[in-house]
């Protein structure tokens, strides 16, 4: 199979002899400001950039410190320039990368990014804001919680200033013990000023929260998955969507999983909020383990709000861990009308025990993906084709308003580079940047750092981008942050 394959290693290797916090400059004189930037556009210059986590990524006596690569766009998709950030003090095991999430934090147009490191100072986890300037990301605030925590850092989110609240972070702790239960979960919510600094102190919340259904337990894992939007309750005002994918609901099965919205959490008063579960997501059976809440992917486009949640435990026609998607949306006046996403349709026919269907998710608008409101639903644990390459990986990209349409893409499609490999799981993180699908293959057994797939929507060709080869273990392609939701 012809194989493309783009490196950009000496890039890497020269930045990686710096040490601290850094960005490489744009190597072209960028813009002086971003306000001619394009959705996602960290430096302004128009070309839309992601980023793509590597948490096991090592350098020096930083064993796991973990890095993300900023890919700065150039003319075509996945055609611009790589270009590492590391935390300002690297730590070995921090797991730097676990979680990214971009938005726009300050008011300067330019795209801001917010990354994880759950397992730093000693498990406490720690999350740090790069702003976006024309000159590219650069470090801002530490986002410090108001209490001792633990794998503070594994899930982030954000959202932009509204006409009532702040630009806000969201960070999960699933791994945090909440009164004696250990594991039960909490997440942090930071307000921003307009500068993209800290305002106030951050409100802990946790599933014992007056706003949430259900009692903080042990195992519940709250704030494995994270999203800032608009749901319900005061329009202009920003409600939390948590997942909390251990969760044993009564009847359901030991960590059956669920997930909760909280009505417009930054005023702190009691308000009305959402349980969805077996009993109310018409996901199927109750399935223990079905870890609903696993996957979460959020957007807002044309003043509704988009919710899918992946259910990857989810027992199907009797086949366990096969795994299924709900699809819920609202236009103000809470989540409804749940849709269940899944293989036995839209053109991904072959259901098998252990599929994990939905272990990864992503929702883009019409104006990244020029066709409507899309998602991509990630299965690196299924081995498409003849079985001889288990768990080699595919993504099921489908088009909400014309699921007839929707592609199976795998790397036995004859347009991405690579051939299938057995255990390495393409698909396990996917994003959207404008005209393209950004795919991960963590475990590429070709490129065993890890390499991302950047596959256009239109009839380009894919591109392969693989980091540098001298690192001892890495996971590149763990995580993606692409255009915001
Ligand atoms: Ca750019
Ligand atoms: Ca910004
Ligand atoms: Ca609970
Ligand atoms: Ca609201």
């Known amino acids: 199979m012809k194989r493309r394959r783009l490196t950009w290693a000496g890039v890497l290797g020269g930045c990686a002899l710096l040490g601290g916090a850094f960005l490489m400059p744009p190597q072209q004189a960028g813009a002086a400001s971003c306000d001619q930037a394009s959705r996602a556009d960290f430096d302004g210059d128009g070309k839309d950039d992601f980023v ?5 990524a090592t350098f020096g006596d930083a064993v796991s410190a973990g ?11 996945g055609r611009g320039r790589l270009v590492p950030l590391r ?20 008011g300067d147009k330019c ?20 702003l976006g300037s024309p000159q590219g990301l650069r470090s801002g605030a530490v986002l410090e919680p108001p209490r001792t925590t633990r794998t503070f850092g594994w899930s982030v989110a954000t959202a932009a200033k509204t006409g009532a609240d702040r630009a806000a972070v969201v960070v999960g702790a699933p791994y945090e013990e909440v009164a004696g239960r250990p594991s039960a979960g909490a997440v942090y919510l930071f307000s921003l000023d307009d500068q993209g600094a ?25 704030g494995w998955a994270v999203a800032l939007g608009k749901i319900r309750g005061e329009a202009e005002r920003l409600d939390l969507i948590v997942s909390e994918p251990g969760e044993d609901v009564e009847g359901q099965g030991e960590d059956a999983g669920s997930f909760s919205v909280a009505e417009d959490i930054t005023t702190g008063r009691v308000s009305e909020g959402e349980h969805w579960h077996y009993g109310n997501l018409e996901i199927g059976d109750p399935t223990p383990g ?8 959020h957007l807002e486009e044309g003043g509704t ?63 990244v993906t020029g066709d409507g409101v899309q998602l991509a639903v990630g299965v690196p644990h299924d081995g498409p084709g003849t079985g001889s390459t288990p768990e080699s990986g595919w993504v ?11 592609l199976l893409i795998d790397a036995l499609n004859s347009d991405v580079p690579g051939d299938p490999g057995a255990y390495e799981h393409f698909g396990r993180s996917v994003a959207f940047t404008t005209g393209a699908l950004l795919i991960g293959v963590p475990d590429d057994r070709s490129r065993p750092g890890g390499s991302l797939i950047v596959r256009p929507l239109g009839d380009e060709d894919p591109v392969q981008l693989v980091p540098d080869s001298e690192y001892d273990e890495t996971d590149f392609g763990g995580t993606l942050g692409g255009a915001p939701g």
């Not at 793509?52 to 096991?56: H, R």
């Not at 935390?87 to 300050?106: I, K, R, W």
């Not at 795209?111 to 790069?130: C, M, N």
């Open 52 to 56: 793509v986590g590597d948490a096991k």
């Open 67 to 77: 890095q993300v690569t900023v890919h700065y766009g150039g003319d075509r998709p």
């Open 87 to 106: 935390d300002d003090e690297p730590q070995a095991g921090a797991g730097f990368g676990h979680a990214v999430a971009t938005g726009h934090l300050n």
């Open 111 to 130: 795209l801001d990014l917010v990354v994880g490191s759950p397992w730093a100072e000693e498990g406490a986890g720690r999350a740090r804001i790069f």
């Open 198 to 222: 800290v305002a106030g102190r951050a409100a802990a919340v946790d599933q014992d929260d007056d706003r949430l259904t259900g009692v903080s337990e042990a195992g519940d894992l709250f």
């Open 290 to 297: 079905g870890n609903i809440g696993w996957s979460l992917a």
């Open 305 to 367: 709000s988009y919710v899918a949640v992946g259910a990857p435990g989810q027992t199907v026609d009797g086949k366990e861990r096969a795994g299924r998607v709900a699809l819920l949306t609202s236009t103000g006046a809470g989540l409804g009308s749940p849709q269940v996403i899944e293989q036995n349709r839209d053109k991904a026919p072959y259901i098998e025990a252990g599929d994990r269907y939905g272990r990864s998710l992503a929702l883009a608008g019409d104006g």
């Open 396 to 406: 099921h990209l489908v088009p909400l308003a014309q699921r007839d349409r929707a």
